[in-house]
């Protein structure tokens, strides 16, 4: 059965329509949670208001959808293939000669589709709407409504000066080559803890080396006094290599088409970009991975005898499936980002294990 026959569109739109509503229940449940901890936070604070809390409910919802949107996939699916056991139309398509197969089909196409969009469309507008929420979270901890939390473009990094100051360091060319890392642009910003700039360093380029930064070809910007040039500096900081590392953007924090570039720079710079690779190999296998939801959905709900009973077995089973799934994943997902499998692996292992159990149980179901 092909998803453009009369069935197939049939079939395609009870999915998208229940997808659309379970997605709508669980955005709905998670920004509940979401204001009532803000409120908790910001209890004691008089300067933040509800409209601010709301704000940043709104923006950090998308992070934690993207977290369990396989899981919304698969209750979807679930839905979908009970109410059609259910009402019996599973045992009409069957006995019109459909195999299950053909039945899936349409499913796991529009499936693979909602996959690419979130991929394509969506995770770039979750990741921007997490970075006004991480600007708008700064905002609030400083208690300055003007605060800027800085892009992570190049290498960006914060460390604290003293009790009263903290420098904020941006490089466009970052490079490692043995034990040294060398810097090109460097632009050195100094701040109070109200984030008000109190002096800016400009450095054509630079070297960290122990407890110091050698900054060469140096310009010196003061509010109100004239601008200094030296020909170096050394710069105090507490900042090593490791320290930096550490301080790099999350990937989960960078669009899915911004990761190529970043992964590139990362390399370039002779850092390690496995973490980066890793998730966008993830990204690339979302789609996929949501498919083999829709088949371990299969498993539980494609029963003809539905309407006899069984739905306990049908939602503890999914929702074991569903956490056992989620945990082995995040298993296999460790071992990659220490390094134990390769980044493939770690990325590909789960989602076929899922789909493989799932198509076996299935022709096991079919040949019976």
Same mark, same amino acid.
């Given at each position: 059965?092909?998803?453009?026959?009369?069935?197939?569109?049939?079939?395609?739109?009870?999915?998208?329509?229940?997808?659309?509503?379970?997605? @709508?229940?669980?955005?709905?449940?998670?920004?509940?949670?979401?204001?009532?901890?803000? @409120?908790?936070?910001?209890?004691?604070?008089?300067?933040?208001?509800?409209?601010?809390?709301?704000?940043?409910?709104?923006?950090?919802?998308?992070?934690?959808?993207?977290?369990?949107?396989? %899981?919304?996939?698969?209750?979807?699916?679930?839905?979908?293939?009970?109410?059609?056991?259910?009402?019996?139309?599973?045992?009409?398509?069957?006995?019109?000669?459909? /195999?299950? =197969?053909?039945?899936?089909?349409?499913?796991?196409?529009?499936?693979?589709?909602?996959?690419?969009?979130?991929?394509?469309?969506?995770?770039?507008?979750?990741?921007?709407?997490?970075?006004?929420?991480?600007?708008?979270?700064?905002?609030? *901890?400083?208690?300055?409504?003007?605060?800027?939390?800085?892009?992570?473009?190049?290498? =960006?990094?914060?460390?604290?000066?003293?009790?009263?100051?903290?420098?904020?360091?941006?490089?466009?060319?970052?490079?490692? *080559?043995?034990?040294?890392?060398?810097?090109?642009?460097?632009?050195?910003? *100094?701040?109070?803890?109200? /984030?008000?700039?109190?002096?800016?360093?400009?450095?054509?380029?630079?070297?960290?080396?122990?407890?110091?930064?050698?900054?060469?070809?140096?310009?010196?910007?003061?509010?109100?006094?004239?601008?200094?040039? @030296?020909?170096?500096?050394?710069?105090?900081?507490?900042?090593?290599?490791?320290?930096?590392?550490?301080?790099?953007? #999350?990937? #989960?924090?960078?669009? %899915?088409?911004?990761?190529?570039?970043?992964?590139?720079?990362? *390399?370039? /710079?002779?850092?390690?970009?496995?973490?980066?690779?890793?998730?966008?190999?993830?990204?690339?296998?979302?789609?996929?991975?949501?498919?083999?939801?829709?088949?371990?959905?299969?498993?539980?709900?494609?029963?003809?005898?539905?309407?006899?009973?069984?739905?306990?077995?049908?939602?503890?089973?999914?929702?074991?499936?569903?956490?056992?799934?989620?945990?082995?994943?995040?298993?296999?997902?460790?071992?990659?980002?220490?390094?134990?499998?390769?980044?493939?692996?770690?990325?590909?292992?789960?989602?076929?294990?899922?789909?493989?159990?799932?198509?076996?149980?299935?022709?096991?179901?079919?040949?019976?």
């Amino acid at each position: 059965m092909t998803p453009n026959s009369i069935l197939g569109r049939y079939l395609t739109k009870q999915i998208i329509i229940n997808f659309i509503m379970v997605l @709508l229940m669980v955005l709905g449940v998670v920004l509940l949670f979401e204001v009532i901890e803000l @409120l908790r936070r910001t209890s004691d604070r008089d300067d933040v208001g509800f409209a601010l809390v709301m704000e940043l409910a709104v923006t950090k919802m998308p992070r934690t959808i993207e977290m369990v949107f396989p %899981f919304v996939m698969m209750i979807a699916a679930m839905v979908t293939f009970w109410k059609l056991s259910k009402s019996n139309e599973f045992v009409i398509i069957r006995a019109a000669g459909v /195999s299950i =197969w053909g039945f899936l089909t349409p499913v796991l196409v529009a499936t693979f589709v909602i996959g690419v969009l979130n991929t394509a469309a969506i995770n770039p507008i979750s990741a921007r709407m997490y970075d006004w929420y991480e600007t708008l979270e700064y905002r609030m *901890e400083t208690r300055n409504p003007k605060a800027v939390l800085f892009s992570d473009q190049g290498l =960006w990094i914060r460390e604290a000066l003293d009790d009263t100051h903290v420098m904020v360091l941006q490089a466009k060319s970052v490079r490692q *080559e043995k034990d040294d890392l060398l810097l090109r642009e460097i632009s050195i910003l *100094e701040m109070d803890r109200r /984030s008000q700039p109190t002096r800016r360093l400009e450095a054509f380029a630079g070297t960290l080396e122990d407890g110091y930064f050698d900054l060469k070809d140096v310009r010196i910007f003061i509010p109100g006094k004239p601008t200094e040039v @030296l020909n170096s500096l050394h710069y105090k900081t507490n900042l090593t290599p490791e320290r930096i590392k550490e301080n790099f953007v #999350e990937p #989960e924090a960078i669009s %899915f088409w911004d990761l190529p570039a970043i992964i590139k720079f990362y *390399e370039m /710079s002779g850092f390690s970009a496995l973490r980066h690779q890793i998730r966008y190999l993830s990204l690339l296998v979302s789609p996929f991975m949501l498919c083999s939801m829709v088949l371990v959905a299969a498993v539980f709900a494609l029963r003809p005898n539905n309407r006899r009973g069984g739905v306990m077995f049908l939602i503890v089973g999914g929702i074991t499936t569903g956490f056992v799934f989620y945990f082995l994943s995040q298993l296999v997902y460790a071992f990659g980002l220490n390094g134990y499998i390769p980044a493939g692996m770690a990325v590909w292992t789960p989602t076929l294990i899922a789909a493989f159990i799932s198509v076996a149980i299935l022709l096991h179901l079919e040949d019976g």
